[in-house]
């Protein structure tokens, strides 16, 4: 159960060439139907509330339950954030004992019983330094080399623009937006953790405005290993968060 606590988260030559012809015509008819990467991220801004409703923001606490329902574990969750890119997330596992994941704006740890306090770097390192951009949406072609818009899929019952994006550092992630809402609703992604790489569908859902930005209140977290589920009891904006909240956790 350890193992799968800390690893908490982790697709005749006449004949062919007509063929090929005609599908390569299809394509082409297909993605020009398709709205371009730009349309699609200034769309999830405007859902989201705004680049100005965003930018008024400059710190946010939350609070919340998560739930391993197929082993029947559930315990407490909070988090920080403060502007521009400093975020603290605590979770409280009964009968193990407390998770820290800590990015200070420069430095990234991990900390649990199991394994003490634990530095992060390289793909580590930098897949947290994305996750902390307090202004993420505002921010987010910045964080990726390459962006392509590879096609429409069903997420759920929702019709989703897929949007394939290569980071700076790290394995390609899988975005898909609402086509109809414009909202981010689901992530693939490829994430190095203590036990190896670690493939995570991520959705978000029960999308809510708060002090005027449009925030999921329930995520749910796939892996192979498990499923995870956090729920958002409390939201707030612009409180005072110290900065101690982001200090290297004692071993």
Do not use: C
């Amino acid at each position: 159960m350890k193992k799968i606590v800390l690893m908490l988260v982790f697709a005749l030559m006449a004949t062919l060439s007509v063929a090929a012809q005609e599908k390569k015509a299809e394509e082409s008819k297909a993605a020009a139907a398709l709205p371009s990467v730009d349309e699609i991220l200034d769309k999830y801004v405007k859902a989201s509330g705004g680049k100005e409703a965003i930018q008024k923001l400059t710190s946010r606490t939350a609070k919340g339950t998560f739930e391993i329902e197929s082993m029947g574990i559930s315990g407490g969750f909070q988090s920080f954030a403060k502007a521009p890119n400093k975020n603290a997330m605590v979770i409280e596992i009964p009968g193990f004992g407390t998770v820290q994941q800590v990015f200070d704006g420069t430095k990234a740890w991990d900390s649990n019983p199991q394994t003490g306090l634990r530095e992060l770097s390289g793909a580590e390192l930098a897949a947290q330094k994305r996750d902390a951009d307090f202004y993420q949406a505002i921010n987010l072609k910045s964080h990726y080399s390459k962006m392509t818009v590879k096609g429409k899929e069903k997420v759920g019952t929702a019709e989703a623009y897929l949007v394939e994006a290569v980071p700076n550092e790290g394995s390609a992630e899988k975005l898909y937006f609402d086509a109809s809402t414009g909202l981010l609703i689901r992530t693939d992604t490829e994430r190095e953790s203590p036990e190896g790489k670690m493939a995570i569908e991520a959705y978000m859902s029960d999308y809510k405005m708060v002090d005027g930005v449009n925030i999921p209140h329930t995520l749910k977290q796939v892996t192979p290993m498990f499923s995870m589920t956090i729920k958002m009891e409390e939201i707030k904006h612009n409180a005072t968060v110290e900065d101690a909240k982001f200090n290297k956790p004692a071993n």
